[in-house]
């Protein structure tokens, strides 16, 4: 067996330490120490950190039927979102099938009066208020009711849902840190505050399904496109509130922080501010993917490079690292919405830019979550210039997703 390298850790833990410490921090420095195939340790648990785009392309898409999505993390993201598009059983599938046409383009483009209706409401409310604004709340909670509008037809509730999802996320990042979790024993050792989240999401969504039953009024809303997809019997409340659930997840806080780390960006950077709405979201999601983690798990022995994988063994890929390859794109910190027009995408490698994954699993949410980014850009472009209130502020904050630490204050500057 040819092993890979990969830092030596501590003797019983490992690397899980330095990764509950600083997981970005721990994998850029396993990279550059070893190379773009590194063997990690955690615990008992063996994982290789993949940043070679033919080797990811190797495990998401040309063998990705030798690996499955059976990991910690995504059995942690099950217990909020059941049997679901993110679970690693049959019902993911039946979920893409179901879900699929609903988000592609042409599906889309029609929520663009709803997109500009609420982005105008956002900005009103700052002209009103005046004064800087915290871009990280702001684009949370106008994404979170764009996508309850589209999935409900109403405003309905977005501000307890955000905030019980912005719980339920934490709490699941926690547990995948931790190399021991009672929760796996008996779900009545989650901790308090999960629980009551989780349930408070249920609510708000079980209601909506059972008021949308009794009321039998056609709805132009993906909840009423989803109950006319299940066939004659229909999918089950749980199987809607599985859906539902989510997409409210995966829907709303990834695109959320894209924008916010867009207008940071535009702020600092105001000759990049005048790249198309498209280019300046590309560029926003290769510096900051919000999926910036990806976890498989290897169903049989494999070897990729050089290198085996044992089965049961974990594989680990990090967009966030790939998007920073200086052989792929130079200068990588620098933000350069000009790296996706035409002619600088020609001859890049067609797997080193990967911010909704890749192959059979690729995020089915990718349409969606372009159209509504390139239309809060563009809204925000014909309406005001958002300046940094402290330049220094912005840091990345790994979670369940990329976050921001703390607020960013901008101050608007109207047109």
Same mark, same amino acid.
């Given at each position: 067996?040819?092993?890979?390298?990969?830092?030596?850790?501590?003797?019983?833990?490992?690397?899980?330490?330095? /990764?509950?410490?600083?997981?970005?921090?721990?994998?850029?420095?396993?990279?550059?120490?070893?190379?773009?195939?590194?063997?990690?340790? /955690?615990?008992?648990?063996?994982?290789?950190?993949? *940043?070679?785009?033919?080797?990811?392309?190797?495990?998401?898409?040309?063998?990705?039927?030798?690996?499955?999505?059976?990991?910690?993390?995504?059995?942690?993201?099950?217990?909020? +979102?059941?049997?679901?598009?993110?679970?690693?059983?049959? &019902?993911?599938?039946?979920?893409?099938?179901?879900?699929?046409?609903?988000?592609?383009? *042409?599906?889309?483009?029609?929520?663009?009066?709803?997109?500009?209706?609420?982005?105008?409401?956002?900005?009103?409310?700052?002209?009103?208020?005046?004064?800087?604004?915290?871009?990280?709340?702001?684009?949370?909670?106008?994404?979170?009711?764009?996508?309850?509008? $589209?999935?409900?037809?109403?405003?309905?509730? !977005?501000?307890?849902?955000?905030?019980?999802?912005? @719980?339920?996320?934490?709490?699941?990042?926690?547990?995948?840190?931790?190399?021991? *979790?009672?929760? *796996?024993?008996?779900?009545?050792?989650?901790?308090?505050?999960? %629980?009551?989240? $989780?349930? &408070?999401?249920?609510?708000?969504?079980?209601?909506?399904?059972?008021?949308? %039953?009794?009321?039998?009024?056609?709805?132009?809303?993906?909840?009423?496109?989803?109950?006319?997809?299940?066939?004659?019997?229909?999918?089950?409340?749980? !199987?809607?509130?599985?859906?539902?659930?989510?997409?409210?997840?995966?829907?709303?806080?990834?695109?959320?922080?894209?924008?916010?780390?867009?207008?940071?960006? +535009?702020?600092?950077?105001?000759?990049?501010?005048?790249?198309?709405? &498209?280019?300046?979201?590309?560029?926003?999601? #290769?510096?900051?993917?919000?999926?910036?983690?990806?976890?498989?798990?290897?169903?049989?022995?494999?070897?990729?490079?050089? /290198?085996?994988?044992?089965?049961?063994?974990?594989?680990?890929?990090?967009?966030?690292?790939?998007?920073?390859?200086?052989? @792929? /794109?130079? !200068?990588?910190?620098?933000?350069?919405?000009?790296? =996706?027009?035409?002619?600088?995408?020609?001859?890049?490698? #067609?797997?080193?830019?990967?911010? =909704?994954?890749?192959?059979?699993?690729?995020?089915?949410?990718?349409?969606? !979550?372009?159209?509504?980014?390139?239309?809060?850009?563009?809204?925000?472009?014909?309406?005001?210039?958002?300046?940094?209130?402290?330049?220094?502020?912005?840091?990345?904050?790994?979670?369940?997703?990329?976050?921001?630490?703390?607020?960013?204050?901008?101050?608007?500057?109207?047109?």
């Amino acid at each position: 067996m040819t092993r890979a390298p990969g830092p030596r850790g501590r003797f019983v833990s490992g690397v899980w330490p330095a /990764f509950q410490r600083d997981p970005i921090g721990l994998l850029q420095s396993s990279v550059q120490t070893h190379g773009d195939i590194v063997r990690l340790r /955690f615990g008992p648990i063996i994982a290789h950190l993949l *940043n070679d785009p033919d080797a990811i392309a190797h495990v998401l898409s040309r063998h990705a039927d030798r690996y499955d999505k059976r990991t910690r993390s995504v059995g942690q993201i099950a217990k909020s +979102c059941g049997a679901s598009l993110l679970s690693a059983g049959p &019902e993911a599938a039946q979920h893409r099938t179901l879900i699929q046409p609903l988000l592609q383009p *042409n599906a889309v483009r029609r929520y663009t009066p709803v997109i500009t209706q609420m982005t105008d409401q956002m900005l009103s409310i700052w002209r009103t208020q005046g004064g800087p604004v915290d871009v990280v709340h702001e684009m949370m909670t106008l994404v979170c009711r764009i996508v309850a509008r $589209l999935l409900f037809g109403a405003d309905v509730q !977005a501000a307890r849902i955000e905030a019980a999802l912005a @719980v339920i996320l934490d709490d699941t990042w926690r547990r995948i840190q931790a190399p021991l *979790n009672l929760s *796996n024993l008996s779900p009545r050792f989650h901790r308090r505050a999960f %629980r009551q989240a $989780l349930a &408070e999401v249920d609510r708000i969504v079980l209601d909506i399904i059972a008021s949308r %039953r009794d009321d039998r009024t056609a709805q132009d809303d993906v909840l009423q496109l989803l109950m006319q997809s299940g066939g004659d019997a229909g999918l089950s409340d749980q !199987a809607l509130r599985d859906a539902v659930v989510t997409l409210l997840l995966a829907g709303h806080e990834t695109t959320a922080n894209a924008l916010a780390w867009a207008m940071w960006h +535009c702020g600092l950077d105001p000759e990049a501010a005048k790249a198309p709405p &498209e280019q300046i979201f590309a560029e926003t999601i #290769r510096l900051y993917p919000s999926i910036w983690i990806i976890e498989r798990r290897a169903v049989v022995a494999d070897t990729i490079g050089d /290198f085996d994988i044992p089965k049961g063994s974990y594989v680990l890929i990090s967009p966030y690292l790939l998007h920073r390859n200086d052989a @792929v /794109f130079p !200068a990588p910190d620098v933000f350069d919405p000009s790296r =996706f027009d035409s002619d600088a995408a020609q001859g890049r490698h #067609r797997h080193a830019y990967l911010p =909704f994954g890749l192959g059979q699993h690729r995020c089915i949410g990718l349409h969606l !979550a372009q159209w509504i980014g390139q239309a809060v850009i563009a809204a925000l472009h014909d309406n005001v210039s958002l300046m940094p209130v402290d330049p220094t502020a912005a840091q990345p904050d790994p979670g369940m997703t990329l976050r921001h630490k703390g607020p960013l204050w901008m101050q608007p500057d109207w047109r």
